[in-house]
């Protein structure tokens, strides 16, 4: 079998003549958080981080998955799928396989070893890796010829029914859709896209990562997502037109709850003055309006913590410390919330002494270690070798 790509290592002793090698990668969204489940825009990209899976199709029923950063095994067959209720990461990968069986595509036994590089908990979506990655190698196996929007809706159904985190399609169509250097401007409605080149030149995106992960994240994510709902619902009595947060207005929301120190009134203003800043942003990207784009970034981290309240300390902290730096154009929390990284626009030449400093200070401030990456947008979900 000739393996085109670098793989990691720890992977190559599982692979047989007639295995399949998939990756996927991990996303970054530069702005637009938490307006996916509100049928608004988001603008991700696939990053140079990805989740390996090496499929080896087996003569029986049974399906044994290996997780190589885990050190665990776990096994099921392809009739009963049954689920993991001892550790989460099988689920990832059989709430996948079910959903081929679901479309009525007769599952064959298979191995299947993971391994990932894009980091856990920092916010920069492991999970929809893990997930497009399966289905990828499945679908190649199974020969089901199916089509990538349709691989993303099942990864993402894989999450919200099997495993349980009722997350919207920002992540699995970033980690399936992303291209080099582009960023993906998803309509949320109708999952329209466009890709806008971005090259940054002498600037870079800094992911800063907190290195915590606060207990509250898929409680709180559920929460907001009902607590958008709600505000929907009280819009709607006034205007029964309004089908999510982007069809509704700051007008509308004013006339619809009166009291503006409300949770739902806040929550439903951040979405659609978010909704609204994305449009804005791509504007800036156009016209090559680097420095607009990051003001933006500053305001939406503002809405997270003050008005969406999924932020934390320790991100709100990373803002706040390069706030005043002028080579860093923007910076905010990225992803749920709750902990994991900011993401910052950084010119290239300040990134280290910036770490440095950071590191210090963190540590200093929070006994905690500090964690950075450059995100460097990249190819989104594909085959390695089959
Ligand atoms: C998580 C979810 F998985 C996404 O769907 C999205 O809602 C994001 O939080 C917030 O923008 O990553």
Same mark, same amino acid.
């Given at each position: 079998?000739?393996?085109?790509?670098?793989?990691?290592?720890?992977?190559?002793?599982?692979?047989?003549?007639?295995?399949?090698?998939?990756?996927?990668?991990?996303?970054?969204?530069? =702005?637009?958080?938490?307006?996916?489940?509100?049928?608004?825009?988001? &603008?991700?990209?696939?990053?140079?981080? %990805?989740?390996?899976?090496?499929?080896?199709?087996?003569?029986?029923?049974?399906?044994?998955?290996?997780?190589?950063?885990?050190?665990?095994?776990?096994?099921?067959?392809?009739?009963?799928?049954?689920?993991?209720?001892?550790?989460?990461?099988?689920?990832?990968?059989?709430?996948?396989?079910?959903?081929?069986?679901?479309?009525?595509?007769? &599952?064959?036994?298979?191995?299947?070893?993971?391994?990932?590089?894009?980091? +856990?908990?920092?916010?920069?979506?492991?999970?929809?890796?893990?997930?497009?990655?399966?289905?990828?190698? &499945?679908?190649?196996?199974?020969?089901?010829?199916?089509?990538?929007?349709?691989?993303?809706?099942?990864?993402?159904?894989?999450?919200?029914?099997?495993?349980?985190?009722?997350?919207? $399609?920002?992540?699995?169509?970033? *980690?399936?859709?992303?291209? /080099?250097?582009?960023?993906?401007?998803?309509?949320?409605?109708?999952?329209?896209?466009?890709?806008?080149?971005?090259?940054?030149?002498? @600037?870079?995106?800094?992911? &800063?990562?907190? /290195?915590?992960?606060?207990?509250?994240? *898929?409680?709180?994510?559920?929460?907001?997502?009902?607590?958008?709902?709600?505000?929907?619902?009280? =819009?709607?009595?006034? !205007?029964?037109?309004?089908?999510?947060?982007?069809? +509704?207005?700051?007008?509308?929301?004013?006339?619809?709850?009166?009291?503006?120190?409300?949770?739902? @009134?806040?929550?439903?203003?951040?979405?659609?003055?978010?909704?609204?800043?994305?449009?804005?942003?791509?504007?800036?990207?156009?016209?090559?309006?680097?420095? +607009?784009?990051?003001?933006?970034?500053?305001?939406?981290?503002?809405?997270?913590?003050?008005? %969406?309240?999924?932020?934390?300390?320790?991100?709100?902290?990373?803002?706040?410390?390069?706030?005043?730096?002028?080579?860093?154009?923007?910076?905010?929390?990225?992803?749920?919330?709750?902990?994991?990284?900011?993401?910052? $626009?950084?010119?290239?030449?300040?990134?280290?002494?910036?770490?440095?400093?950071?590191?210090?200070? !963190?540590?200093?401030?929070?006994?905690?270690?500090?964690?950075?990456? =450059?995100?460097?947008? *990249?190819?989104?979900?594909?085959?390695?070798?089959?």
């Amino acid at each position: 079998m000739e393996i085109a790509e670098k793989i990691p290592s720890n992977l190559q002793s599982y692979i047989k003549e007639n295995s399949i090698i998939s990756a996927s990668p991990g996303r970054i969204n530069l =702005i637009g958080e938490h307006t996916d489940y509100n049928n608004g825009f988001v &603008l991700p990209a696939a990053i140079d981080k %990805y989740a390996y899976i090496v499929l080896t199709p087996r003569e029986d029923n049974k399906i044994i998955l290996n997780s190589l950063d885990f050190n665990d095994s776990y096994s099921t067959d392809t009739d009963t799928l049954k689920k993991c209720d001892t550790t989460l990461w099988p689920n990832y990968l059989l709430g996948v396989a079910k959903e081929f069986k679901d479309r009525y595509i007769t &599952l064959k036994g298979f191995e299947a070893t993971l391994t990932g590089r894009v980091p +856990a908990g920092s916010g920069l979506s492991s999970s929809a890796a893990i997930e497009c990655a399966m289905a990828f190698a &499945l679908n190649d196996y199974l020969q089901a010829n199916i089509e990538r929007i349709e691989l993303t809706k099942m990864s993402q159904s894989a999450e919200n029914n099997f495993v349980g985190m009722n997350c919207g $399609i920002m992540d699995q169509f970033a *980690s399936m859709f992303g291209e /080099n250097d582009s960023l993906i401007q998803l309509d949320c409605r109708d999952l329209s896209y466009k890709y806008i080149p971005f090259k940054l030149d002498h @600037y870079s995106v800094l992911l &800063l990562d907190t /290195n915590v992960k606060h207990s509250l994240a *898929s409680s709180e994510y559920n929460t907001r997502r009902k607590e958008c709902e709600e505000g929907v619902a009280k =819009i709607k009595t006034n !205007y029964p037109e309004v089908e999510s947060l982007r069809d +509704a207005t700051m007008e509308m929301l004013n006339n619809s709850i009166e009291d503006n120190t409300s949770a739902v @009134y806040r929550r439903c203003k951040y979405v659609i003055g978010e909704i609204q800043r994305l449009q804005d942003a791509c504007e800036d990207l156009m016209h090559d309006n680097l420095k +607009a784009f990051g003001e933006k970034m500053f305001i939406t981290h503002e809405g997270l913590s003050k008005d %969406y309240e999924v932020s934390c300390e320790e991100l709100d902290y990373f803002v706040e410390f390069v706030k005043n730096n002028p080579d860093v154009l923007g910076a905010r929390m990225m992803g749920g919330g709750f902990g994991g990284c900011t993401i910052n $626009i950084v010119e290239n030449k300040a990134i280290q002494s910036l770490v440095d400093s950071l590191t210090k200070a !963190y540590h200093e401030k929070y006994g905690k270690e500090l964690k950075y990456y =450059i995100a460097n947008i *990249s190819q989104g979900a594909h085959i390695i070798a089959d």
